[in-house]
């Protein structure tokens, strides 16, 4: 098994394939599977959204044309689920200003029919190890959310403003305490976010957007 057909864990990535030409699926899908990545082909956009799995695929292989439809929609349509899955078109030369719409619609890669078996194994592995940094991402995203669920009311004030950049004096100034109990709020926080400096802080206020935007260190001065 290839690295790069491997999803988060170690298990075999899922691509899936969408287009209405029966030989284009075969044979896309047959290569696919010689190199180990758990594959599933559709020939219309309905069933592959009809598809449980589809939202667990590491990459899909659609066709920009298909028979009623148009990969524009299909985008659509998964941006519309909260599907958030790489997508690589399959283009015919007359499908260039499709292609092109694709793209700035958020297709990560196009290939042009007929395509080499080279270029499409680097445009899937390219997707799925994109896949897999967002998997990642949206981990570390709900790791964050739920550490900052466990921080009280006072400690969350605390956070917002010293990630704004102001100072201890100045969150206590502003919260109408005592420096002193704002330093016990911060290293409170700091433990209970396992922040190792203000600058992991700051990043982690920046994924959840709670830091005060309304002042700065300069603005609270005085």
Excluded: W
């Amino acid at each position: 098994m290839t690295e790069s057909s491997m999803a988060d864990g170690g298990t075999p990535a899922l691509v899936c394939i969408i287009d209405d030409d029966a030989d284009v699926r075969c044979a896309v899908e047959s290569l696919l599977r010689s190199i180990d990545y758990r594959v599933m082909a559709f020939a219309s956009a309905e069933e592959f959204l009809a598809c449980d799995e589809a939202a667990s695929a590491a990459c899909l292989m659609l066709d920009v044309y298909l028979d009623g439809a148009d990969g524009l929609e299909v985008q659509q349509a998964l941006h519309d689920r909260s599907i958030a899955v790489p997508v690589v078109l399959m283009t015919g030369q007359g499908d260039i200003p499709m292609t092109v719409r694709g793209m700035k619609a958020g297709a990560v890669n196009f290939l042009s029919k007929p395509f080499a078996e080279p270029d499409l194994l680097q445009a899937v592995a390219e997707a799925v190890d994109l896949d897999g940094r967002r998997r990642a991402e949206r981990g570390q995203e709900d790791t964050v959310r739920g550490l900052y669920a466990k921080l009280t009311p006072r400690e969350r004030d605390v956070m917002a403003l010293v990630t704004a950049g102001l100072m201890n004096k100045q969150v206590a100034a502003k919260l109408e305490l005592s420096e002193v109990t704002v330093k016990i709020h911060r290293g409170n926080l700091m433990r209970k976010m396992y922040a190792q400096s203000l600058a992991d802080l700051v990043r982690m206020a920046e994924i959840l957007g709670v830091r005060e935007r309304t002042v700065t260190r300069y603005s609270a001065a005085g």
